[in-house]
């Protein structure tokens, strides 16, 4: 069964970057479309990236033009990068299939920015 881990969150202040890095344990990327999903207290868990398995990429409004998917399949990663990174995006950040597989959701990765 296929285990999900995500690194790369951290602490920086508002237009800073930040790198997120997803590890399948298995190679899933040629049966799932795969996403970038987030939660921050006291809000449900959103979808801001994803791309499907032929490549098409889709961004939420709220990190559209900042944020950037990508994935390494010969290497299994899934990548995110989020530039000029605001307040509002502070959140821990999940890696799973688009729609998520529910019983697969990982540790995440802590992304805050503070200033």
């Known amino acids: 069964q296929v285990r999900l881990v995500e690194s790369g969150g951290g602490t920086v202040q508002p237009g800073e970057s930040l790198r997120l890095t997803c590890a399948p344990s298995a190679s899933i990327f040629s049966f799932y479309d795969m996403g970038w999903y987030r939660q921050s207290p006291g809000k449900q868990r959103e979808l801001v990236a994803s791309?499907?398995?032929?490549?098409?990429?889709h961004y939420s409004d709220s990190v559209k033009g900042r944020f950037t998917i990508s994935r390494d399949t010969p290497n299994n990663k899934l990548y995110l990068q989020m530039d000029n990174l605001k307040i509002d995006d502070t959140a821990v950040y999940y890696c799973?299939?688009?729609?998520?597989?529910?019983?697969?959701w990982g540790q995440g990765t802590q992304v805050t920015v503070s200033a």
């Open positions: 791309i499907t398995i032929g490549g098409t990429i």
């Open positions: 799973n299939a688009d729609p998520p597989l529910e019983n697969r």
